[in-house]
């Protein structure tokens, strides 16, 4: 909304004080100087450890995310969730078409996680993960599960498995429904972006070419996805 001196559009003098404008797209300027552009667009990758909730502000949790991004200038958001029980790769950023190009179930982009449940899983199990299980809210989606250990002493199996589908506690629920209960949950990866090499409660910012990757996966994809 402008509402100040002599506004031109473009080129051209807006009749009216308050006429709209997109300041994305439109050469906007006051008394002939151009009105400066939205703030600087960022784009972080963070490591959320355990114990922070994956939001803005939540009067009830004892830390949220934006605490591991204190020196950060600006208003940042994070990219989707992950729960304050849950670790790993977690996106933030101040732009809007970006996160919705995330996190919009057509693009199915794919989240990576690394699971330690409880039980032996056995092959069953693991085929019925594989193809889709029955949730209160619908059957899941396939999904790619990969057995990294079975441990009967211990009585613990960890398990890769890789979702395109953006559900509430999704793979805890998943494990759930084959009789197994996750004991710890490590997102590894979002799109093409990896977790490795980044330590817990720190956080860096995507180059250029990673956020167009992102892009590229988000148009390239037409299948639900996040988990």
Not at 1 to 9: L, N, Q, S
Not at 23 to 41: F, Q
Not at 198 to 225: D, F, H, Q
């Amino acid at each position: 909304m402008i509402r100040a001196g002599r506004v031109t559009v473009n080129g051209e003098v807006v009749a009216q004080l308050g006429a709209r404008a997109d300041d994305e797209t439109d050469d906007i300027r006051v008394d002939g100087k151009p009105i400066p552009k939205d703030v600087e667009r960022q784009y972080l990758v963070v490591n959320k450890p355990i114990g922070y909730v994956a939001t803005v502000r939540d009067r009830h949790a004892a830390h949220t995310v934006m605490e591991l991004i204190s020196g950060v200038r600006g208003r940042l958001y994070p990219v989707g969730r992950l729960d304050a029980d849950s670790a790993g790769l977690l996106l933030m950023t101040n732009d809007g078409a970006f996160a919705q190009a995330m996190l919009h179930p057509s693009h199915g982009i794919e989240r990576s996680y690394r699971a330690v449940v409880r039980g032996a899983l056995d092959d069953f199990a693991l085929t019925d993960l594989r193809a889709g299980v029955a949730l209160e809210d619908g059957i899941t989606a396939p999904a790619d599960v990969t057995l990294i250990e079975r441990d009967p002493e211990r009585n613990i199996s960890v398990v890769d498995i890789v979702l395109r589908e953006g559900r509430n506690r999704q793979v805890r629920r998943m494990m759930e429904a084959v009789g197994s209960r996750v004991l710890a949950l490590t997102r590894t990866r979002f799109g093409p972006i990896v977790l490795a090499g980044l330590a817990p409660g720190t956080w860096r910012k995507l180059r250029s070419a990673e956020i167009e990757e992102l892009l590229t996966a988000s148009r390239s994809v037409t299948n639900p996805g996040d988990g």
